[in-house]
């Protein structure tokens, strides 16, 4: 097949001859460049980086995520980890996980994000998938990876609520689509107040990464989790200093312990007063549509110390506001795996 022209996919089928479809590569060697290529193609091109989520859904056929042209930027020089006392952590968008895995600087400062990190997927993806890819990566719902016309290809229905949600689909509720952010360092991300910088066409800005990950954002007409139009890319990550005496922690639950998405997931950043917790933030994944701040958990934390006690109740009010679905399989019993990862994330701090 010649480039932009593929097989014509019907609704939970995957592509007839399961290979990715021939498109065209477009090479960037600045961040200025990529999103030129990007503006210049529309929305038939797509970045990819290290490719691990954008080539399987384009092997799989899923019609909405199937671009003409790739813009490949794992060339550019955005493969770093910078730290300093006044900075922060500085990471480069095509940065490897396996490299924040690694760091010692972020073993020793953000424990929490060296710790998700470790958790993603095997060695092999963790080696090729790339920091923003981790955070883009669309959702693997199975209904939208085997290219149902759901919300996120293009459809109106989301099928996870019908259908079998005890995997892939929120525990908080949702509103077009229920699929859960799928990534595990966002989550940290999220629990340490991260910015990404984004490159556009009018330059570059920064954002929150709570702003970037919305839950539901239409962008072009689709249904996405992330709120990037389709000319801008992510440049780097920022994370500020962590605050004196603050301590972090990450706690994943999976199906399969070599690797897995999260059934549910915590992130835990608490600052002390000598035992006393004066700043909390808790944050988890795999449950919700985007990382799920527990506020009420978060509240309830601070002015106390953490005890068996303390961190039992922290735990049970981070899913008192849960919405399981009841339609379809259900996924009710997330709720406790989500408390559980509370509770250890806290414990681990204790
Ligand atoms: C078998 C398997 C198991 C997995 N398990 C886990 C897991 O347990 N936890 C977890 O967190 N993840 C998991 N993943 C997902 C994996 O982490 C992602 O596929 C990977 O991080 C994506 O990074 P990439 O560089 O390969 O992205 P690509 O595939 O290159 O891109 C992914 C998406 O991000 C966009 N993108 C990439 N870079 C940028 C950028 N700089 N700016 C804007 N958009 C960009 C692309 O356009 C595309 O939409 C798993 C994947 C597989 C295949």
């Known amino acids: 097949m010649d480039a932009g022209q593929w097989d014509i996919i019907e609704g939970g089928k995957m592509s007839s001859n399961n ?10 060697s600045t961040p200025e460049e990529a999103v030129s290529l990007l503006t210049q193609y529309g929305e038939q091109a797509r970045i990819m980086s290290g490719g691990t989520d954008l080539l399987y859904l ?26 300093s006392a006044s900075d922060g952590l500085r990471i480069g968008a095509t940065t490897p996980i396996a490299t924040i895995a690694s760091d010692p ?8 994000l060296s710790q998700a990190a470790a958790t993603v997927a095997a060695p092999q993806i963790r080696n090729q998938g790339t920091a923003a890819g981790d955070v883009i990566q669309d959702t693997w719902c199975w209904y939208l990876r085997n290219n149902y016309p759901c919300w996120q290809n293009g459809g109106n229905v989301c099928y996870g609520v019908l259908g079998d949600n005890r995997y892939y689909q929120s525990i908080f509720g949702g509103r ?31 954002m929150p990464i709570s702003q970037l990950l919305p839950g539901e954002a239409i962008v072009g007409g689709i249904v996405k989790e992330n709120s990037l139009q389709h000319n801008e890319m992510i440049t780097e990550i920022h994370v500020p200093p ?4 603050s301590m972090s922690a990450w706690y994943k639950v999976r199906a399969r312990q070599s690797f897995d998405f999260a059934l549910a ?4 950043v608490l600052t002390f007063n000598g035992s006393t917790i004066s700043h909390a933030s808790l944050v988890l994944g795999g449950v919700d549509v985007a990382p799920h701040r527990a ?19 922290a735990a049970a ?10 339609t379809g399989t259900g996924n009710s019993f997330r709720v406790f795996l989500a408390q559980g990862a509370v509770s250890k994330a806290l414990t681990l701090l204790s």
């Open 19 to 28: 290979e990715v479809p021939k498109y065209g590569l477009l090479t960037a």
């Open 58 to 83: 384009m092997k799989n056929g899923v019609v909405s995520k199937t671009p003409q042209y790739v813009v490949d930027i794992s060339g550019l020089p955005l493969n770093y980890v910078n730290y």
């Open 105 to 112: 600087n972020i073993a020793q400062y953000y424990a929490v």
């Open 176 to 206: 077009l689509t229920f699929a859960v952010n799928p990534g595990d360092t966002p989550v940290a991300y999220y629990a340490l107040d991260a910015e990404v910088t984004v490159q556009g066409p009018g330059g570059s800005s920064t």
């Open 242 to 245: 962590p605050p004196a005496n």
């Open 265 to 268: 997931s915590a992130a835990a």
């Open 295 to 313: 506020t009420a958990a978060e509240s309830y934390l601070v002015g106390n110390t953490l005890t068996t006690t303390t961190i039992q109740e």
């Open 317 to 326: 009010k981070a899913v008192a506001d849960a919405e399981p679905l009841t």
